[in-house]
């Protein structure tokens, strides 16, 4: 992996050299994941004119949730617990004879802003904007190898839940047992909070469970995802509990099936983010659902669970190749429960079988 990462910091550095700047800060920790394997807590990257360092707050752990260093790279460990990283890395491209510098501004705060320039006045601050975030967009074999587990991950304990008994208990022992087994499963832990809303909760998006029981008849959407490696999956579901659904749930749950069907079916290379949040939506428009739809069809997935693209009605931009998203609409019915239907994705040509379906549970209406 040293290889790979040497080569995404080579990209971005002659980016910078070609916008004028001699070196580099990266401060938002998924970026540094990205460019150096490890992202420990408080941790930036130097992208120096002589070196580059990895500077920290103390030695890296290896543990799953920062990642392992690229061995190639040079660490330093900040002297004092209390130190900034960022200044620091500004401080040491001056003393490499850097006149020009590039930091993410929209990931410093202002007051950090200002120490920069404080510890080296004679540098041009420049912005590196989401130069690292675009690099991302397109995952190469390795990092679609470990959405491919954590998508795997999700699918075997989402399917253990369902086998299981779920009348009478509380969407919050759901979730934190659904949590658990990814765990169980080998992820290195959730890839957000699991959201688990049962009856007048159901279908409602990011809806954090409460200490409302499972009950017959009641609607049960599930959403989870796992993390392994550092990278994030994203799964949902929804089921009826007890008994055969009744029509209204039937009638809903085709109807946001269709949506989202639309909205697999139209991701491929060069189609436009809109038009892939414009497919599924407008299933969803024609029937008369127009009110609080999600604001995003889906988005992107890897280091972040949200990232880069967004596909939103003005979201601009057209999909590559190798790009994972989700795709996840739905509908709530207030007072009465709905339906969100998710799945993570890749990207493919027509020519290689479209795009790939990384989470493969049923998307059947069960009755559990």
Known sequence: MSEVYATRRARLRDQCTAAGSAAAVVSRPANVRYLAGAAPRGAALLLGPRADLLLCHSQPTGEPDEGRPDESLQLQVLPTAGGDTAVAAADLAAGQGADSLAVEEHHLTVARHRALLSVAPRLRLADLGCAVEQLRLVKDDEE??????AAEIADQALGELLESILVGRTERHLALELERRLVDHGADGPAFPTSV????NSGRGAHRPTDRRVE????LS????ACYRGYRSEIGRTFVIGTTPADWQIELYDLVFAAQRAGREALAPGAEYREVDRAARS?????GYTDGLPSAIGHGVGLEIDEDPQLAPGAMGKLDACVPVTVEPGVHLPGRGGVR?????VVRPEADGGPELLTITTK?????
């Open 144 to 149: 679609i190898s470990c959405l491919r587990i």
């Open 197 to 200: 809303g049962t009856g007048v």
């Open 216 to 219: 017959e008849g009641d609607f």
């Open 222 to 225: 599930v959403c989870l995802g």
């Open 283 to 287: 299933v969803l428009d024609a029937a």
């Open 341 to 345: 239907i998710d799945d993570t994705l």
């Open 364 to 368: 059947e209406l069960l009755a559990l």
